[in-house]
C-alpha cells in the first residue's frame, strides 16, 4: 500500500512568542515565489480570542521555514470584518500572478484549553449580524504579485452557499479558469449527494463563475463518510492532474489522491481507496482543538519529489512527500481506476 512518507523534522512550523500566532499554526499554502524560495503562509491564531489570520514564512529549500515579518499579511481587517476571521489558505500560480482562496467568518471564537484531547470552544459574536450569518463559511479571492501585499477580488459563491475547500487550477482548461470547491449545505437527493462533496465550477474572468455542479469524485469508501474535500492544489502532470484530497469518518481526517483528466477535470482518471497519509503521530492525534486530523492545503514539486504540507490537529504544520515518479506509478497501475 503506498504511503507518503512524514519528514524526520516533523512539525516544521510551531506557534512562537508572537502573540497572533501564540496558540496554533497550522493548514498553511505554500508556493515558490518570484525570487525563487518558497512562501508559505499560514493560518494562525492566538486562544483568547481565536481569530485566524494569515503570516507569511520563507524557505530555501521547501523544510526550513522562518517568518517573514512579525505581522500578519491577511487579516479579517482587510475585508472590512475587523472581529471576523480568515482560514485555510490555497494559493495557485497562473502567469505571474499569485491567486488566494480563503475562507471568511464575519465573527470568531474563543478556546479554552481543558485537559483534554480537545478544548472547550465558546463562540463570540463582537457584531451586528446574526449569528448564522456571522458563523457561516463563505469563501473569497484575493491576488498578488510578491506574496506579501494581497488584493481583494471577489466573493466565489453566493451569499448562503456556505463554502470551503476551494481550489483554483493553474491554468485555463478549455478556454476558462476551474475551481472546486466544496459546498455544506447542498446535501440530499436533490443536490445528487448525501454529504458535503467537491463541486465543480468555470469562470471566464476569475470574478463570474457559473453555477457549480456535483464533481464526479468516485465512490464513498470507508474513511470518507462524513464529507470529502480538496485539499492542496491540482498539479498538472503528464498523467493528468494529481489532487489531494481529504475525508472525514467519526471526525477523523485522512489523505487520498484523485488524477483527473488534463482536458476534462469531471473526469476521474484514478483514485486511492486508501488513504495514503492518516492520523499516526502524537502531533496529529492530540492537539489544541480537532484530534485525528492530518488536513493537506499547499504542495509543490521540488525537483522530482512531490511536497505536502499538512496542519495537524490544527495545531502545527507538517511535511510529507514522495517521489513523483513512484506516486504517479501507484495512481496510474496499481490504486483504483476509473477510466
Not at 84 to 91: K, L, M, S, T, Y
Not at 125 to 144: V, Y
Not at 312 to 330: G, K, R, V
Request: a negative charge.
Amino acid at each position: 500500500m503506498f504511503k507518503l512518507k512524514r519528514h524526520p523534522r516533523n512539525p516544521i512550523v510551531t506557534p512562537s512568542h508572537l502573540q497572533w500566532r501564540s496558540g496554533v499554526t497550522f493548514n498553511p499554502a505554500v508556493v515558490k515565489g518570484p525570487d525563487g524560495d518558497y512562501i508559505m503562509l499560514e493560518r494562525a491564531a492566538k486562544l483568547r480570542p481565536y481569530q485566524s489570520v494569515f503570516g507569511a514564512l520563507r524557505s530555501p529549500n521547501g523544510v526550513d521555514f522562518e517568518l517573514i515579518a512579525d505581522k500578519p499579511v491577511w487579516t479579517a481587517g482587510h475585508l472590512g470584518t475587523p472581529h471576523g476571521d480568515v482560514e485555510d489558505p490555497r494559493i495557485t500560480q497562473i502567469g505571474e500572478m499569485y491567486y488566494m482562496t480563503f475562507v471568511h467568518y464575519q465573527s470568531h471564537w474563543n478556546l479554552y484549553p481543558v485537559g483534554a484531547v480537545s478544548p472547550a470552544l465558546y463562540e463570540h459574536l463582537p457584531c451586528d449580524c446574526p449569528q448564522d450569518i456571522a458563523f457561516q463559511a463563505r469563501t473569497g479571492l484575493a491576488r498578488s504579485q510578491d506574496l506579501l501585499e494581497w488584493e481583494f477580488m471577489c466573493w466565489l459563491g453566493p451569499e448562503g452557499w456556505d463554502d470551503k475547500d476551494c481550489v483554483l487550477f493553474p491554468e485555463k482548461i478549455n478556454g476558462e479558469y476551474v475551481m472546486l470547491t466544496r459546498p455544506c449545505r447542498q446535501i440530499g437527493s436533490e443536490y445528487g449527494c448525501d454529504r458535503p462533496s467537491i463541486w465543480l465550477t468555470t469562470s471566464p474572468d476569475l470574478i463570474n463563475w457559473s453555477e457549480a455542479r456535483l464533481h464526479s469524485q468516485g465512490e464513498v469508501n470507508w474513511w470518507q463518510g462524513e464529507k470529502i474535500g480538496a485539499s492542496a492544489p491540482p498539479v498538472r502532470t503528464d498523467a493528468g492532474w494529481l489532487l489531494s484530497f481529504h475525508g472525514v469518518q467519526k471526525n477523523e481526517y485522512r489523505t487520498g489522491f484523485m488524477l483527473l483528466d488534463l482536458k476534462d477535470p469531471f473526469k476521474v482518471l484514478a483514485r486511492t481507496e486508501q488513504p495514503v497519509l492518516e492520523p499516526e503521530f502524537h502531533y496529529e492525534k492530540v492537539g489544541f482543538i480537532i484530534p485525528n486530523c492530518v488536513f493537506p492545503s499547499g504542495n509543490v514539486v521540488i525537483g522530482r519529489d512531490y511536497h505536502l504540507y499538512y496542519g495537524a490537529c490544527d495545531s502545527c504544520i507538517c511535511l510529507a512527500t514522495a517521489a513523483m515518479d513512484d506516486l504517479l506509478t501507484f495512481l496510474t497501475g496499481e490504486c483504483s481506476r476509473y477510466s
